[in-house]
């Protein structure tokens, strides 16, 4: 019985000193730690916390004594990966790569699913100056993780490889269209669109399916940068994918997208574009429409004289040919005598084209409008819109509504040249 009761006050008494240790070592002060070590000597998260106090304090900066330590602690528990990720960290700042290289394999041998320590091993990998290895790293983090792909893209560009390259390194392959576009979006954003062709191509290659808001940053910078091929054929593979539909009723020939305004406007791309100004109302209205089952509501509801332009599209037009625009509008108590228009522009030159249609005042029935003009040698574009320009004459202040339907924007072809004039005779 008292070979027990002596077994017995010994094991608490080593449980308590345990306890002991446990508290002690939780403050990561080197004094303590060392304390708590007394107490506790082979407590492998004793060693590898005081390891990390050493080669992080600025009180008690040892990191060679950090590297013994953290060393200490794998002997004790070699299954524990951030043991392994301090000491490559320790390895590192003192220069040993090859430790360092070793300690950063077996970390991920341990925890191979784990994005944190992918991100370690890349950037350790980038201020060694081993790009390639960095990258291979980073592109099995993002497939982990997506999350990381913005701060990815931006190391991962910082090597000096150009935007394609990294794409071959980190995503080719992968058949992941997300990842693909959140690069694609990463560029435009960057400044570097024009080297996101090649990558959107392969992305539509891969016939898997994305949503299309993830694609509308790279398309609007198409437009918005005068890259009007591309656009057109970024737009096209679109309807292609199905995620843009055409309207039934958008008549061969018709440029015009949505043309009847029978399907919400996406307020991106090719279809129309729906612009929040102050003091007026834009919607479709589902009664009394044109054509088809309803039609475009533009209110002015407080009266003022400004320019307002709040309906929007771009449509692809060949240079050097002549065009026929043509529109179904009617009114109710337009007050201003200069009212509601559709105006083409073109984007890239607003001197080469502005030309518009008749306003429509007061109250008047469905009516049509129209417009003929030709696009210069250049324009691949037009801008085309409800315009309504300030008034320069009585009545100014605009309040009613206008509506707007049936839109089509045909070719007319070949635009005629003028005659080559005869030299006169001397």
Same mark, same amino acid.
């Given at each position: 019985?008292?070979?027990?009761?002596?077994?017995?006050?010994?094991?608490?008494?080593?449980?308590?000193?345990?306890?002991?240790?446990?508290?002690?070592?939780?403050?990561?002060?080197?004094?303590? &730690?060392?304390?708590?070590?007394?107490?506790?000597?082979?407590?492998?998260?004793?060693?590898?916390?005081?390891?990390?106090?050493?080669?992080?304090? @600025?009180?008690?900066?040892?990191?060679?004594?950090?590297?013994?330590? /953290?060393?200490?602690?794998?002997? /004790?528990?070699?299954?524990?990966?951030?043991?392994? =990720?301090?000491?490559? =960290?320790?390895?590192?700042?003192?220069?040993?790569?090859?430790?360092?290289?070793?300690?950063?394999?077996?970390?991920?041998?341990?925890?191979?699913?784990? $994005?944190?320590?992918?991100?370690?091993?890349?950037?350790?990998?980038?201020?060694?100056?081993?790009?390639?290895?960095?990258?291979?790293?980073?592109?099995?983090?993002?497939? &982990?993780?997506? #999350?990381?792909?913005?701060?990815?893209?931006?190391? =991962?560009?910082?090597?000096?490889?150009? $935007?394609?390259?990294?794409?071959?390194?980190?995503?080719?392959?992968?058949?992941?269209?997300?990842?693909?576009?959140?690069?694609?979006?990463?560029?435009?954003?960057?400044?570097?669109?024009?080297?996101?062709?090649?990558?959107?191509?392969?992305?539509?290659?891969?016939?898997?399916?994305?949503?299309?808001?993830?694609?509308?940053?790279?398309?609007?910078?198409?437009?918005?940068?005068?890259?009007?091929?591309?656009?057109?054929?970024?737009?096209?593979?679109?309807?292609?994918? #199905?995620?843009?539909?055409?309207?039934?009723?958008?008549?061969?020939?018709? /440029?015009?997208?949505?043309?009847?305004?029978?399907?919400?406007?996406?307020?991106?791309?090719?279809?129309?574009?729906?612009?929040?100004?102050?003091?007026?109302?834009?919607? @479709?209205?589902?009664?009394?429409?044109?054509?088809?089952?309803?039609? &475009?509501?533009?209110?002015?509801?407080?009266?003022?004289?400004?320019?307002?332009?709040?309906?929007?599209?771009?449509? $692809?037009?060949?240079?050097?040919?002549?065009?026929?625009?043509?529109?179904?509008?009617?009114?109710? *108590?337009?007050?201003?005598?200069?009212?509601?228009?559709?105006?083409?522009?073109?984007?890239?030159?607003?001197?080469?084209?502005?030309?518009?249609?008749?306003?429509?005042?007061?109250?008047?029935?469905?009516?049509?409008?129209?417009?003929?003009?030709?696009?210069?040698?250049?324009?691949?574009?037009?801008? &085309? *819109?409800?315009?309504?320009?300030?008034?320069?004459?009585?009545?100014?202040?605009?309040?009613?509504?206008?509506?707007?339907?049936?839109?089509? @924007?045909? *070719?007319?072809?070949?635009?005629?040249?003028? $005659?080559?004039?005869?030299?006169?005779?001397?």
């Amino acid at each position: 019985m008292l070979a027990i009761g002596i077994t017995g006050l010994l094991l608490a008494f080593k449980a308590a000193e345990i306890a002991i240790a446990a508290t002690i070592g939780g403050s990561f002060n080197p004094p303590d &730690l060392l304390k708590a070590l007394v107490l506790d000597p082979s407590n492998p998260e004793l060693h590898y916390q005081l390891g990390m106090a050493y080669c992080n304090s @600025l009180e008690d900066y040892h990191p060679a004594e950090g590297l013994k330590q /953290l060393q200490l602690a794998i002997s /004790l528990n070699h299954r524990q990966p951030i043991y392994w =990720s301090g000491l490559a =960290s320790a390895c590192q700042s003192l220069g040993d790569r090859t430790c360092a290289d070793r300690a950063i394999e077996r970390v991920l041998e341990l925890s191979p699913m784990a $994005p944190h320590y992918y991100w370690e091993a890349a950037n350790h990998y980038l201020l060694e100056g081993r790009p390639d290895a960095a990258l291979s790293k980073f592109r099995r983090l993002i497939a &982990l993780d997506p #999350g990381y792909a913005a701060q990815v893209f931006r190391l =991962s560009l910082s090597t000096g490889d150009n $935007p394609q390259e990294i794409y071959q390194k980190i995503l080719a392959g992968q058949e992941s269209p997300g990842l693909n576009l959140a690069y694609i979006n990463f560029l435009t954003a960057h400044d570097e669109g024009s080297e996101a062709y090649p990558i959107w191509k392969e992305t539509l290659a891969l016939h898997q399916p994305f949503s299309l808001p993830s694609v509308a940053p790279y398309i609007e910078w198409l437009i918005h940068n005068g890259q009007d091929h591309q656009a057109l054929d970024a737009w096209q593979g679109l309807e292609q994918q #199905g995620l843009v539909t055409r309207p039934a009723g958008d008549a061969a020939g018709n /440029l015009v997208f949505n043309s009847s305004f029978e399907q919400d406007p996406l307020n991106m791309g090719l279809d129309w574009r729906i612009r929040n100004e102050s003091y007026i109302w834009v919607d @479709l209205d589902g009664s009394g429409a044109y054509a088809g089952r309803q039609s &475009l509501r533009v209110d002015f509801a407080v009266s003022r004289n400004d320019e307002y332009e709040p309906v929007v599209q771009f449509v $692809p037009v060949t240079p050097d040919h002549a065009y026929l625009l043509e529109a179904y509008v009617r009114s109710h *108590s337009i007050t201003s005598s200069s009212g509601p228009r559709l105006r083409v522009t073109d984007p890239a030159c607003a001197s080469c084209l502005n030309a518009s249609t008749e306003g429509t005042v007061g109250t008047t029935p469905w009516h049509q409008v129209s417009l003929s003009f030709t696009a210069g040698p250049e324009t691949n574009w037009v801008r &085309l *819109s409800v315009w309504r320009p300030r008034s320069r004459s009585f009545p100014s202040d605009i309040t009613g509504t206008f509506w707007l339907d049936d839109v089509t @924007l045909q *070719s007319a072809g070949p635009a005629a040249k003028a $005659p080559a004039v005869s030299p006169r005779p001397s």
